[in-house]
């Protein structure tokens, strides 16, 4: 039943997954001879009370059941979830693993060198591959070297160098002129080399669009900016992007996203997911973790994944399950439906700000109830993107009618989509709006009214003062009233009804208090959800039809975020409607948002000042400041695209939607807004069928073309990697420098020092090497030394791939109080010669002295975020064991997994009770049978003698240890 793949690897460590439950295996009822592993007999009613979550869990732990690291216990732990959450450990074997560069590379040198390694003991290094499927993508690596409006901003070239980025690619590009189209507004050439050159107006771009005109906002033709990035990328980085391709080509199981095309998240949601796997002839459901914390956007397709550490995915990738505690599962049950005006961003943002307060930090979220078949797959995965906004580990939907149908519009072949449908219906993962029998039982149940969530906007002068759609009328007459302030403008009452006459282009219009004299469409805030810019198009185009227009002294425009947003609107032919109404295209850059609008007729600024008119704008960006889109526009209001064009429909602010009309047909008849409102049905349907579906096939094909520099770019193909010795980007790791055929009996510590002393608290951040490599730091010493400057030095991130740079930026956090300095500083004491160090020169001065190291800590050492070189930097110092008296739990399997032990004070006891100064010598001997939680002696070189814990809570862990780590203990397997 397994994947040929990987059979070899399996037979290594001896695993045969799913053979105590292979009585469980059956065929699929659909004439395909597909096999699965029917879990659902298994537990009878227990099972079917369930969460969908945890039955994936389940799933996972039936089908890797190996009687190793996977035990029958742990899958009778998940069955019996309602009495064992939050209270025991459970192993899961996720389906894949997905990687983002940053956290990738580290990842795939270990496997490089272990295929070294692997050869050293006489193995055939061609059989090192990961174990299960692992995607790369290579996107978090891009820095700002020409601003997007300056290009003559001096690059930071890093590591790379200009002239030979130059030679990587052709698509250098040539400063064309686009001829001055006679607007009025347009003060100067639109030649791009003058615009690179000179400008200094045009402040913001949005990301992967045409850069503009600063005069007029017309694309220029060629991105120029946007090509001279990545040619500076494409050099700083060659190095790393060669090592990458050299890994797509020489393990099974690796497929790297060429650059250019994506984020991680968003390429796992539309190009990645299988939401049931097949290997060989087994289907099971698709799961993932991966080094980015938005891997949870993918739960809203219904697969269990979420963002883990570097070596968690590393352990995940060489055949051995991520651990996590049983968790809670928070049931938010959707009811009711949504008031018709309420747009996808209002319910996304109304649920997230419920579920951050009822509190569901560290737990499951899943989603039921009749509510959930409203919302659309865009609407659901948005949401489960949000979980670090509200806490969760994760928010599941699982998969349904809604999911199929999103599934079909990305190209999935029905045939599979069948066979998808009858598994998740055999082994009880589809949910089923009307069979309401065998619902799962949940921690705690929570309840969303849709109704509750209401449409609204934001204004008149901040942001975040939030008005209701059915209170703007009344609100906005309160303003007239209050006195000068955030929200009051302390207009006379005898003045607030005042009306001044205009004449504009032969007619005549009427201004008042709340009239709307810019209302501008604006994307870049909403690209993640694109439905609110097409129900923008669908009311645009019902209040043509129904003979409304907008008056045309009001400055209207539509800027699109992205190039992606013309496509669709275009697609769905909504765009001539816009277009009608005055919401022409002026660009994709920052135009009204900042200030950048077309001055107001003087018909108009004539008529706001002889009235003193409190004359409004309305716009779909961010901001909301008083004078920030014109001086004499005192309103500024925020509010969804469809809303900007309504208000704009409407002419004034100071309209009750709900009672009065938008305006009169052409026979006089009364329209109101909910007469031209765009229905969330019409809407989903439109972004299923043009835009899921254009967005899915341009995206495939950037990953499946690549582009002119990634496929011009030579690699090696060789079986091991020709590491290069001049490289400060990648470099052979020492991990297996002394790694022998079978493991050596443990080895006391004997007369070891201690490399720092540190308090509670102490984070990953102070441990592990990240963000930019100061000039004074050991790291930067390194690189000088290699003949780079300053400006070379690119940051810890990008040098992950080099244990030199990283092991010297161990520790270096100038933020770390280290109780032996008594400030905070990067340093430490060398004991032996009494001078004061940086950590990295002290641990060289002791490991050439050949004297173990040893920290000293109190509570909570290695809290925050998960990063595997805060493990693997203290031990290439030479650190043999931690002392603390308590661990975050991810760290403190870090530290096992590389092979340094855990020891945890006894309760109670701490270093100021037992006396220590952290100058003594520490030495301790481990027993021939060494156990889990089993009780150490430790003696100093002052004569005292205490216990500690050998904080091992399993038989893996245990054996990994032994073998002096995770990649030590893999690559004897394959040796």
């Known amino acids: 039943m397994q994947n040929q793949k990987d059979v070899s690897f399996r037979e290594t460590l001896l695993i045969y997954p799913g053979y105590a439950f292979e009585y469980l295996i059956e065929t699929l009822n659909d004439s395909s001879h597909k096999k699965f592993f029917n879990v659902p007999r298994l537990g009878g009613t227990k099972y079917d009370v369930l969460p969908y979550s945890i039955r994936v869990l389940l799933e996972a732990a039936v089908r890797n059941c190996d009687g190793f690291l996977m035990k029958r216990e742990d899958v009778m732990n998940i069955l019996d979830w309602k009495t064992k959450q939050s209270n025991v450990e459970v192993p899961f074997f996720p389906a894949r693993v997905l990687l983002q560069d940053f956290t990738g590379i580290p990842a795939m040198v270990d496997f490089a060198a272990m295929r070294e390694a692997v050869k050293t003991l006489g193995g055939d290094p061609k059989k090192v591959h990961p174990a299960c499927p692992t995607d790369l993508t290579v996107d978090h690596s891009l820095q700002i070297d020409f601003n997007k409006c300056a290009i003559q901003n001096a690059p930071n070239p890093g590591g790379g160098d200009l002239q030979k980025a130059g030679k990587l690619s052709p698509l250098r590009v040539q400063p064309k002129k686009l001829p001055c189209r006679g607007q009025t507004t347009c003060r100067g050439s639109c030649d791009s080399g003058e615009l690179g050159r000179n400008s200094g107006k045009f402040s913001s771009q949005i990301e992967n669009t045409p850069i503009l005109c600063p005069f007029h906002l017309q694309p220029v033709p060629e991105p120029e900016t946007v090509l001279k990035n990545q040619e500076v990328e494409f050099g700083r980085n060659r190095e790393r992007l060669q090592f990458f391709k050299w890994s797509s080509r020489v393990f099974k199981n690796v497929a790297v996203i060429p650059p250019g095309t994506g984020m991680a998240h968003q390429v796992n949601l539309e190009y990645l997911s299988r939401v049931v796997f097949q290997e060989e002839d087994l289907l099971f459901p698709d799961s993932v973790v991966g080094t980015d914390s938005h891997i949870t956007m993918v739960n809203g397709l219904g697969i269990l994944g979420w963002g883990v550490g570097g070596i968690e995915t590393e352990a995940v990738m060489l055949g051995l399950p991520v651990s996590l505690t049983l968790p809670e599962v928070v049931g938010c049950e959707l009811t009711g439906s949504s008031n018709p005006f309420v747009t996808s961003i209002d319910v996304v943002l109304g649920i997230t700000k419920h579920l951050r307060q009822v509190g569901v930090a560290g737990k499951f979220v899943e989603f039921f109830g009749s509510g959930v078949s409203q919302l659309s797959i865009v609407d659901r995965t948005t949401i489960a993107n949000m979980c670090p906004e509200y806490g969760a580990i994760l928010s599941f939907f699982p998969v349904d009618n809604v999911t199929l149908k999103h599934l079909e519009h990305t190209g999935f072949d029905k045939a599979k989509l069948k066979s998808m449908k009858t598994y998740l219906k055999a082994v009880k993962l589809f949910r089923n709006d009307q069979d309401n029998s065998g619902e799962p039982e949940y921690s705690q149940v929570i309840q969303i009214n849709l109704n509750s969530i209401v449409p609204s906007v934001s204004g008149p002068k901040r942001p975040q003062d939030r008005v209701a759609l059915t209170d703007m009328k009344s609100d906005f007459q309160a303003c007239l009233n209050e006195k000068v302030g955030f929200k009051g403008f302390q207009i006379a009452a005898e003045k607030q009804n005042d009306i001044i006459s205009i004449h504009y282009e032969g007619s005549e219009y009427k201004l008042s208090h709340g009239s709307v004299v810019i209302a501008a469409v604006i994307s870049c805030t909403n690209n993640c959800n694109p439905s609110v810019m097409l129900a923008a198009g669908l009311l645009a185009k019902k209040a043509v039809e129904a003979g409304l227009r907008v ?357 109670g006891e701490n270093a100021d009770s037992l006396g220590l100064s952290g100058r003594e010598t520490f030495s301790l001997t481990f027993p021939e049978e060494l156990s889990p939680g089993v009780t150490l002696n430790i003696k100093t070189s002052t004569g005292k003698v205490f216990s500690v814990i050998a904080s091992f809570e399993n038989d893996v862990e245990v054996t990994l240890y032994k073998h002096g780590g995770l990649l030590n203990f893999v690559a004897r397997k394959f040796s």
């Open 551 to 907: 008056k045309p002294y009001i400055r209207t425009s539509l800027s699109p975020g992205s190039g992606m947003v013309t496509h669709y609107l275009s697609s769905s032919g909504v765009l001539p409607y816009l277009s009608k109404l005055g919401f022409e295209i002026v660009g994709y850059g920052c135009s009204t948002c900042v200030g950048n609008t077309a001055p107001l007729s003087e018909a108009v600024l004539n008529a706001v000042k002889q009235g003193d008119l409190v004359t409004c704008g309305v716009l779909s960006g961010s901001k909301s400041f008083e004078g920030r889109l014109c001086d004499c526009v005192r309103a500024s209001y925020l509010a969804s695209p469809p809303l900007v064009v309504a208000y704009a429909i409407a002419g004034t602010v100071n309209v009750d939607f709900q009672t009065e009309p938008l305006g009169t047909d052409p026979t006089g008849k009364s329209i109101y807004l909910h007469d031209i409102w765009p229905s969330r049905e019409e809407v989903h349907q439109i972004e299923e069928e043009h835009v899921v579906l254009s967005m899915f096939k341009e995206l495939k094909e950037k990953i499946e073309m690549g582009n002119k520099r990634w496929n011009s770019l030579e690699a090696p193909d060789s079986v091991l990697f020709p590491w290069d010795l001049k490289s400060a980007y990648i470099r052979c790791p020492s991990f297996f420098d002394k790694l022998t055929k079978e493991p050596v009996a443990l080895q006391p510590i004997e007369n070891a020092h201690v490399l720092l002393y540190l308090g509670d608290s102490v984070t990953t951040d102070h441990i592990s090497p990240a963000g930019s490599i100061a000039r004074s730091s050991a790291a930067a010493k390194y690189l000088t030394n290699r003949g780079l400057t300053p400006r070379e030095f690119n940051s810890y991130g990008a040098r992950r791939g080099n244990d030199a740079v990283m092991t010297r930026g161990t520790f270096a956090n100038i933020k770390l109080f280290n109780k032996f300095i008594g400030k905070p500083a990067p340093k430490t004491v060398h004991f032996p010669s009494g001078q004061t160090l940086d950590v990295f020169e002290a641990a060289e001065l002791y490991q050439k002295e050949g004297i173990p190291l040893i920290i000293l800590a109190g509570k909570k050492y290695g809290s925050g975020n998960s990063r595997d070189w805060a493990a693997k930097g203290p031990y290439l110092l030479g650190v043999k064991a931690v002392l603390a008296e308590s661990y975050e739990k991810i760290h403190k399997d870090h530290l096992i997994g590389i092979g340094i032990a855990p020891l945890q004070f006894l309760p």
